[in-house]
T-cell receptor, first 114, second 113 residues
Framework: NAGVMQNPRHLVRRRGQEARLRCSPM?????VYWYRQLPEEGLKFMVY????????ESGMPKERFSAEFPKEGPSILRIQQVVRGDSAAYFC????????????FGPGTRLTVL | SQQGEEDPQALSIQEGENATMNCSYK?????LQWYRQNSGRGLVHLIL?????REKHSGRLRVTLDTSKKSSSLLITASRAADTASYFC?????????????FGGGTRLMVKP
């Protein structure tokens, strides 16, 4: 049973470009969470999705950030018009369902904005 | 402010010694979990303790939970160089309907061979 997969592992973008981060949850998991981690800090919740639904996006910046989890395919975190402050590690986690117990994390995507 | 705060922020010990890390949180919780993160890598789940539990063991790990003090501790016994990593506590609680884990800032543990 493959774990949570994220790609790319490293992504470099110039200011103003778009970044697309992908997450495939563990097999059988229908709940996906995105977190952001700045250097030397803990993870901060961004968004919680189920298939075709955004359940909680209270941690998402109001502008430029969006997330989706389509019926088919991976979950996508999209950052438009990236700025240097978006440089961080973005982690995806999945779980089999509510209530939240253990979340299984992917290896992360490290975004660098030049 | 963060729900979970670990202390110390950094800890350096010799191989074979025990390492104790503490975590405090602010609101009521359902569960508290500890994760490990090796440098530049993802998080690995270590142990979960429910709010009605006081102590839990897993191998060389021992976790305690004191809900009256809103605190938890992670003890790693007989540490090894391979235990070098950052350790995070994470809570899920009534206030967020279980939608998210709230992480502390982590304790960076270095175990010297």
């Amino acid at each position: 049973n493959a774990g949570v997969m994220q790609n790319p592992r490293h992504l470099v973008r110039r200011r103003g470009q778009e970044a697309r981060l992908r997450c495939s949850p563990m097999k059988g998991h229908s709940h996906v969470y995105w977190y952001r981690q700045l250097p030397e800090e803990g993870l901060k919740f961004m968004v919680y999705l189920q298939k075709e639904n955004i359940i909680d996006e209270s941690g998402m910046p109001k502008e430029r950030f969006s997330a989706e989890f389509p019926k088919e395919g991976p979950s996508i975190l999209r950052i438009q018009q990236v700025v240097r402050g978006d440089s961080a590690a973005y982690f995806c986690a999945s779980s089999p369902g509510r209530p939240v117990y253990t979340q299984y994390f992917g290896p992360g995507t490290r975004l660098t904005v030049l | 402010s963060q729900q979970g705060e670990e202390d110390p922020q950094a800890l350096s010990i010799q191989e074979g010694e025990n390492a104790t890390m503490n975590c405090s949180y602010k609101t009521s919780i359902n569960n508290l979990q500890w994760y490990r993160q090796n440098s530049g890598r993802g998080l690995v789940h270590l142990i979960l303790i429910r709010s009605n539990e006081r102590e839990k063991h897993s191998g060389r790990l021992r976790v305690t939970l004191d809900t009256s003090k809103k605190s938890s501790s992670l003890l790693i016994t007989a540490s090894r160089a391979a235990d070098t990593a950052s350790y995070f506590c994470a809570t899920d609680g009534d206030d967020n309907a279980g939608n998210m884990l709230t992480f502390g800032g982590g304790t960076r543990l270095m175990v010297k061979p």
